[in-house]
């Protein structure tokens, strides 16, 4: 019996073979069964920095994996920030309300870089050196909630 069959009758869900990792953080080869879900199904004997996957948002994974997709959404955070600043009213709407960082982040290593992302921002639009303490940032999210 096939293992996508297996997994239809004791879970009640099929495998959407497009999008179906199979991960085991300590590396090795895939358990049996797996092979049939597709060529690259099986994460487990990926590089370390690509030993995981990203569930509803959150890296699940090898912690070089999860640094990696950290790094790599910082960078993209950090440049749609900086198209906010040629227009001040919409930027301070936008940072203010969606950009401070209020959601629960996957790490505290995302969590202060988005905090300092958002802090370099603040810095830019007020005019000021970017080279203000970030640690003052943290400091009043925290105040505000």
């Not at 090898?62 to 906010?84: G, I, K, S």
């Not at 202060?112 to 640690?135: F, I, M, Q, S, Y």
Request: proline share 7%; hydrophobic share 40%.
């Amino acid at each position: 019996m096939s293992y996508n069959n297996v997994l239809h009758r004791e879970a009640g869900v099929t495998a959407n073979l497009g999008e179906t990792w199979v991960y085991n953080r300590d590396g090795g080869p895939a358990p049996p069964g797996i092979a049939e879900l597709g060529a690259n199904v099986w994460r487990g004997d990926a590089p370390e920095a690509e030993r995981g996957f990203v569930a509803l948002h959150t890296p699940l994974g090898h912690p070089r994996f999860v640094a990696a997709h950290t790094d790599t959404r910082l960078l993209e955070e950090a440049r749609l920030l900086q198209e906010l600043l040629p227009d001040l009213h919409c930027a301070w709407l936008l940072l203010a309300m969606c950009a401070s960082p209020r959601s629960l982040p996957a790490s505290a290593n995302y969590a202060r870089g988005n905090d300092d992302a958002v802090w370099r921002c603040l810095l830019a639009l007020l005019g000021e050196k970017g080279d203000a303490d970030p640690t003052l940032s943290r400091a009043a999210a925290g105040s505000f909630g």
